[in-house]
């Protein structure tokens, strides 16, 4: 279990901590560190600088690792639709670099598709160059059409675009690059959130303007899912513009009625204590936006300080799916996951927070990421390994839908508008008998 981490009361619990692996693989060794998740039923996917592990997660207690797919490129980024697994691999491969045992041409960059049918040993099946490489990658499913369509970031460099990649559903080895959406900035897009449903939209964190774009059927028209059609820009005062705290748009993601537009940014890149008390409002804050016109609805700011020890930012972050509220689950490096409800937007406040003491010695780490997928809280940690929470408040849990899978990246449906009627609530059954586990909390300070 995760130790030396001041929390909430009682609203938090932890499950058993799976740690990352310490075997060296042949060729250039990357570091092992852990980044984004994906989901589905019972297996989490949890990217890594070195590939990614699929973990059993059927027992919220006890999650089990089923595999460790060796793959040296940086970043690790990931996408999951049933037998498919998309990989970003970063920057440039060097000498001797390789992916699941095949050698990777020196200089490739891009993505790397996986046939996971036999979750114990994932297949390499196919690679798709790109220009710029891969940073992150959103899936949208177009079952349709037999295939999926992946949103490919760069996140920098002269790369203004967004890579629209296709993947076949029934043979992923021929994948390949259909063409590339400009962007309205001279920046790279580092994430992009997508919600479907009645709403079709993608939002690209891109430098100090995220680009909103039209993808499908809604009040707008132009736009697919192949060929967006773009909307307008959203800036944010101190936000990529100011030099003492240099850094850009990094996510976005919406609620799931799709009124409202989520926006994180990563000062100093995600190393440095960008949440100390001294630091301004605005590098650690996330920010609310009306999607229909992009006016900023309000803020969120993180209340606690951190040390000059501790790399912060605001990351990565899901919306708990739940009609009547908004709630937004989210991992802040080394300020750890918070939960935030914003209902309403202009005056958001914090439901519960695990935040950890400082890691010695100083290095780059905490909470990658951390999303809510079937009533959990499942944080990536960048050196531990996969952390499991379980909220308190049994009438987020009983409210909130139980789903087949999370691309947290992607909102596959939509939700009546916040001020609609609730319903009723939904069965308590917590996937894998996940209950509460006693924590050791050790408060570093009041809340």
């Not at 310490?22 to 092992?32: C, L, M, N």
């Not at 970043?75 to 970003?88: A, T």
């Not at 994180?264 to 008390?277: N, Q």
């Not at 630091?279 to 040390?307: C, E, H, I, M, N």
Request: one cysteine or more; a negative charge.
């Amino acid at each position: 279990m995760t130790s030396g981490r001041a929390s909430s009361f009682a609203r938090w619990a932890t499950a058993r901590t799976l740690r990352a692996s310490s075997w060296t693989p042949p060729g250039p060794a990357p570091s092992e560190v852990n980044s984004d998740l994906a989901f589905w039923g019972d297996y989490a996917f949890n990217g890594n600088y070195d590939g990614f592990r699929i973990v059993d997660i059927s027992d919220g207690q006890d999650p089990v690792e089923i595999s460790h797919t060796r793959c040296q490129g940086n970043q690790g980024d990931i996408v999951v639709w049933d037998k498919i697994l998309v990989r970003s691999w970063n920057s440039p491969a060097v000498a001797g670099a390789t992916c699941d045992g095949q050698p990777v041409a020196t200089g490739f960059e891009g993505l790397h598709v996986f046939d996971i049918t036999n979750p114990a040993d994932p297949t390499l099946v196919d690679s798709v160059q790109l220009p710029c490489g891969s940073h992150t990658a959103t899936g949208v499913p177009d079952v349709a059409n037999g295939r999926l369509i992946v949103y490919n970031q760069a996140s920098g460099g002269p790369c203004f675009f967004v890579d629209i990649v296709e993947v076949p559903l029934a043979d992923p080895a021929n994948s390949r690059l259909l063409r590339q959406q400009s962007l309205e900035v001279e920046n790279g897009c580092h994430d992009s959130g997508v919600i479907l449903g009645d709403v079709n939209l993608m939002a690209c964190a891109s430098g100090s303007k995220a680009n909103v774009f039209d993808i499908g059927e809604n009040e707008w028209e132009g736009g697919s899912i192949t060929r967006p059609s773009f909307l307008y820009t959203i800036e944010e005062s101190g936000v990529g513009t100011t030099p003492e705290h240099p850094g850009n748009w990094h996510s976005a993601t919406f609620t799931w009625d799709g009124e409202v537009l989520i926006l994180g940014w990563e000062p100093m890149g995600g190393s440095g204590p960008e949440c100390e008390a001294t630091d301004p409002a605005f590098t650690k804050s996330a920010f609310f936006y009306d999607v229909r016109t992009g006016a900023k609805l309000g803020q969120w700011t993180l209340p606690r300080p951190q040390t000059a020890e501790e790399n912060c930012t605001i990351h990565n972050y899901n919306i708990v799916p739940i009609n009547g509220r908004y709630i937004m689950t989210g991992g802040h490096y080394q300020a750890g996951t918070w939960m935030v409800d914003f209902t309403d937007p202009s005056s958001p406040f914090t439901l519960a927070y695990s935040d950890p003491r400082p890691i010695v010695p100083t290095q780059l780490g905490g909470a990658w990421s951390s999303y809510w997928y079937n009533r959990a809280i499942y944080e990536s940690s960048i050196t531990e390994g996969i952390n499991i929470f379980r909220y308190q408040e049994r009438r987020v849990r009983r409210r909130s839908l139980l789903l087949d899978h999370l691309n947290p990246q992607t909102q596959e449906f939509s939700l009546p508008a916040a001020g609609a009627d609730e319903g009723d609530e939904v069965g308590d059954d917590e996937p894998g008998g996940l209950s509460a586990v006693p924590a050791n909390r050790h408060p570093r300070g009041s809340a």
